[in-house]
């Protein structure tokens, strides 16, 4: 991509670097610009402070979202994001990508809880399966359902077709407004998916994923969750601007509102972690009474 830049802007110095780690000294730029970044980082919060550390006093920052004041505003994203109208290509590049993510959050989940009574997991809202097919390496006992909508289940199936697990992760298209689940599982796993969507629609979803969750079994909620008080996070608080800018409903939605749709879901022993998974989403979990 450099190169074929470079090719067409011969007068632009071009450099290859981690927008986390940029390779700058401090203050040596009176402008930095992210142009459709923020969304694809796995810590945009270290991109702030990255663009602010190689600042020079009294520089500015400009990012993707300089119509923010516009969205809120007229309450429609002034840079909206529509994955459901993206070419399959592209879909399927930004599913393998974010992937990568996924792999050391499922990780932490099994270093910090006890699946050993989990025979069947479902990874909701699935996206490349990077979730399901982490958690069967790790778990050699368990089996995984990946769900997700009918336009990214065939790329998830592609992708555990490729490593070679069609075995033990059965790929599903599935809605998750549009009814209860389909089957039935120890352990179910959301991650990113409640907070894409409207605070209605959360509210469904959750009661629909009860419907699948076997009598004691988990449910655990990967998100951003904000603390009551709506100002921190910081992460949290970061992506809420994406979702301003991009979705037309959707954002980090609080500890108290994720706690009031599993407890109409009927879900008990609802608790918050204390700690950030490696990809910096908060976790919350619940058991389903037996």
């Given at each position: 991509?450099?190169?074929?830049?470079a090719?067409?802007?011969?007068?632009?110095?071009?450099a290859?670097g981690?927008?986390?780690d940029?390779?700058?000294?401090?203050?040596?730029?009176?402008?930095?610009?992210?142009?459709?970044?923020?969304?694809?980082m796995?810590?945009?919060?270290?991109?702030?402070?990255?663009?602010?550390?190689?600042?020079?006093?009294g520089?500015?920052?400009?990012n993707?979202?300089?119509h923010?004041?516009?969205?809120?505003r007229?309450?429609v994203?002034?840079d909206?994001?529509?994955?459901?109208?993206?070419?399959?290509?592209?879909?399927?590049?930004?599913?393998?990508?974010?992937?990568?993510?996924?792999?050391?959050?499922a990780?932490?989940?099994t270093?910090?809880?006890?699946?050993?009574?989990t025979?069947?997991l479902a990874?909701?809202?699935?996206?490349?399966?990077?979730l399901?097919?982490?958690?069967?390496?790790?778990?050699?006992h368990?089996?995984?359902?990946?769900?997700d909508l009918?336009?990214?289940?065939?790329?998830?199936?592609k992708?555990?077709?490729?490593?070679?697990?069609?075995?033990?992760?059965?790929?599903?298209?599935?809605?998750?407004?549009?009814?209860?689940?389909p089957g039935?599982?120890?352990?179910?796993?959301?991650?990113?998916?409640?907070?894409?969507?409207?605070a209605?629609e959360?509210?469904?979803a959750?009661?629909?994923?009860?419907?699948?969750?076997?009598?004691?079994?988990?449910?655990?909620?990967?998100?951003?969750?904000?603390?009551?008080?709506?100002?921190?996070?910081?992460?949290?608080?970061?992506?809420?601007?994406?979702f301003?800018?991009?979705?037309?409903a959707g954002?980090?939605?609080?500890?108290?509102?994720?706690?009031?749709?599993?407890?109409?879901?009927?879900?008990?022993?609802i608790?918050r972690a204390?700690?950030?998974?490696?990809?910096?989403?908060?976790?919350?979990t619940?058991?389903?009474?037996?």
């Amino acid at each position: 991509m450099i190169e074929a830049a470079a090719a067409n802007y011969p007068e632009v110095k071009f450099a290859e670097g981690d927008a986390e780690d940029l390779p700058f000294e401090d203050g040596c730029f009176d402008c930095v610009a992210c142009s459709f970044g923020l969304l694809h980082m796995q810590h945009p919060e270290k991109v702030m402070e990255e663009a602010y550390r190689v600042l020079r006093s009294g520089g500015r920052w400009t990012n993707l979202y300089p119509h923010t004041a516009e969205s809120i505003r007229r309450s429609v994203p002034q840079d909206k994001v529509d994955f459901s109208n993206a070419p399959q290509n592209g879909l399927e590049a930004f599913l393998r990508r974010i992937n990568r993510n996924t792999v050391a959050a499922a990780r932490a989940l099994t270093r910090q809880y006890d699946f050993s009574s989990t025979k069947t997991l479902a990874d909701v809202g699935c996206g490349g399966a990077g979730l399901a097919l982490t958690m069967i390496k790790e778990l050699p006992h368990i089996k995984a359902t990946a769900i997700d909508l009918p336009l990214v289940a065939p790329i998830a199936q592609k992708i555990v077709a490729e490593k070679g697990a069609t075995d033990r992760v059965h790929v599903l298209a599935a809605d998750l407004l549009s009814g209860p689940l389909p089957g039935s599982y120890d352990t179910v796993i959301l991650r990113g998916v409640l907070q894409c969507l409207s605070a209605e629609e959360a509210r469904l979803a959750v009661k629909n994923i009860a419907a699948a969750v076997n009598p004691g079994g988990t449910l655990f909620i990967v998100a951003q969750i904000l603390d009551d008080s709506r100002i921190s996070p910081l992460e949290a608080l970061g992506y809420n601007l994406i979702f301003i800018n991009t979705f037309d409903a959707g954002e980090s939605y609080t500890e108290q509102e994720h706690r009031a749709w599993l407890t109409e879901a009927g879900f008990v022993h609802i608790e918050r972690a204390n700690f950030l998974l490696p990809d910096e989403h908060g976790l919350m979990t619940a058991r389903k009474p037996r």
